[in-house]
């Protein structure tokens, strides 16, 4: 299994561009989620799925956008970038568990720069 | 709203030193609190708890949870160079997705 993957590691935008964040996991997890990790602020969630074909906000879901049309992948889409949006981003995968248990796993993290 | 806190913000201790982080959480309809070790790079995972005082060890870690009290504690005795990193807890809640704290940073000095 390669786990969480996602693409690109590093990215640099100007202000305005679009681009979008490749997020692919190959556990059959139910539940993907975006997260952006700014310093001091730990992990804040963007969006999250619950299944193909279902998202839903998360904390802080301004200026992205996300969809679900298979299990495996779960691409974030910045319409137009802005240097706030400037962070590492995390996508994470579980599986649904009766008992509490909901661990996540990350993938390795993209670094985005909007100038 | 979910919160996490997690104390102190920060920690240098010297080799061989025990550390204990902290972790406080309001999660609607809690189910499991996690600790996460990050380095430069994306998060491990470390513990999940669900229940309130069953410690939970990995060599020199240990973790322990109070759901009455709704904190639990992170413990690293005999602590190496190795172990600095930013510790960070999260919490799941009825839409089982994580609240996260904004992370312990521990320095392991020589």
């Known amino acids: 299994n390669a786990g969480v993957t996602q693409t690109p590691k590093f990215q640099v935008l100007k202000t305005g561009q679009s681009m979008t964040l490749q997020c692919a996991q190959d556990m059959n997890h139910e539940y993907m989620s975006w997260y952006r990790q700014d310093p001091g602020m730990g992990l804040r969630l963007i969006h999250y799925?619950?299944?193909?074909?279902?998202?839903d906000q998360g904390e802080v879901p301004n200026g992205y956008n996300v969809s679900r049309s298979t299990t495996e992948d779960f691409p974030l889409r910045l319409l137009s970038a802005a240097p706030s949006q400037t962070s590492v981003y995390f996508c994470?995968?579980?599986?649904?568990?009766?008992?509490?248990?909901?661990?996540?796993?990350f993938g390795p993290g993209t670094r985005l720069t909007v100038l | 709203e979910d919160k996490v806190v997690q104390s102190p913000l920060s920690l240098v201790v010297h080799e061989g030193d025990t550390v204990t982080l902290n972790c406080s959480y309001e999660?609607?309809?809690?189910?499991?609190l996690l600790w996460y070790k990050q380095e430069k790079k994306a998060p491990t995972f470390l513990f999940m708890l669900?229940?309130?005082?069953i410690e939970k060890k990995s060599g020199r870690l240990s973790s322990i949870l109070d759901k009455k009290e709704l904190f639990s504690i992170l413990n690293i005795t005999a602590t190496q160079t190795g172990d600095s990193a930013v510790y960070l807890c999260?919490?799941?809640?009825?839409?089982?997705?994580?609240?996260f704290g904004s992370g312990t940073q521990l320095t392991v000095l020589p």
């Open positions: 799925s619950v299944g193909a074909g279902i998202t």
């Open positions: 994470a995968s579980s599986y649904s568990s009766s008992n509490g248990e909901d661990t996540q796993y």
């Open positions: 669900t229940s309130s005082g």
């Open positions: 999660v609607t309809n809690f189910r499991s």
């Open positions: 999260a919490a799941s809640g009825s839409a089982r997705q994580l609240t």
